[in-house]
């Protein structure tokens, strides 16, 4: 399923929601956005920026769905799910996890859905359609930016587990987001605005890609990836 819009109003509806996201100013343009309960009938009980913060706030919340960034200090998105797998798995008043993530990776989206999210967004969708989207995994919908499903539909028909890649396994999750965005031809600025960091940090993490995967410079990278099939 997409998260296009649906016609139905959210006047007469509520839920409770937690916001995980290792960025302060995006948490706090997401709670500007949704979080007018009046309007919205979403109400933002907490929020988090790391693995050990979700999962307490998550546990002491019980919110009805939880916002969760796919990389986050401790261990990433993947971490707080397997951590609060007992509450998704509770038979009253499941606590049910939507992904919204800049990241459009196929490993990340399949990564997150194995844990037990009911979703996965990225951070290009609307106000309006987010809001559609948590009152759809509320009500137990699975929900999907368009391409992304093809992936987890691709991952799930398949019973071959993908090959190891042992030359990507030596990056970190933000240093895949910034190889990916590199060879989409991305300017470090643009990469820096997009993934609310500074241009000094993309800097050091191309640096950092360059030299585990032992290329001399972003033509390089660019072909590597390519040819990965991660672009």
Request: aromatic share 4%; glycine share 8%; charged share 25%.
């Amino acid at each position: 399923m997409t998260e296009e819009t649906t016609g139905s109003t959210v006047a007469d509806r509520h839920v409770r929601v937690v916001l995980v996201d290792d960025h302060r100013m995006f948490r706090a343009g997401v709670q500007a956005e949704i979080g007018e309960t009046a309007r919205t009938g979403v109400e933002v009980v907490g929020e988090a920026a790391d693995v050990d913060q979700a999962v307490t706030v998550i546990t002491a919340t019980r919110p009805e769905v939880v916002l969760l960034d796919v990389h986050l200090p401790g261990g990433g998105g993947v971490e707080v799910l397997r951590r609060c797998a007992p509450l998704m798995a509770a038979a009253e008043n499941p606590v049910r996890f939507l992904a919204l993530s800049v990241s459009d990776a196929a490993e990340d989206v399949i990564g997150v859905i194995r844990g037990g999210a009911r979703g996965y967004v990225t951070k290009t969708i609307t106000g309006t359609d987010l809001v559609n989207s948590v009152f759809r995994v509320q009500e137990g919908d699975a929900v999907f930016s368009p391409r992304l499903a093809g992936f987890v539909l691709d991952a799930f028909a398949s019973t071959d587990a993908p090959p190891v890649d042992e030359d990507l396994d030596r990056l970190t999750q933000r240093e895949r987001e910034v190889l990916r965005l590199i060879a989409r031809g991305y300017a470090y600025k643009e990469i820096a605005k997009q993934l609310f960091i500074s241009v000094k940090t993309v800097e050091s993490h191309v640096s950092a890609v360059l030299r585990k995967l032992q290329l001399s410079n972003r033509h390089e990278l660019t072909r590597w990836a390519t040819a990965r099939r991660l672009v």
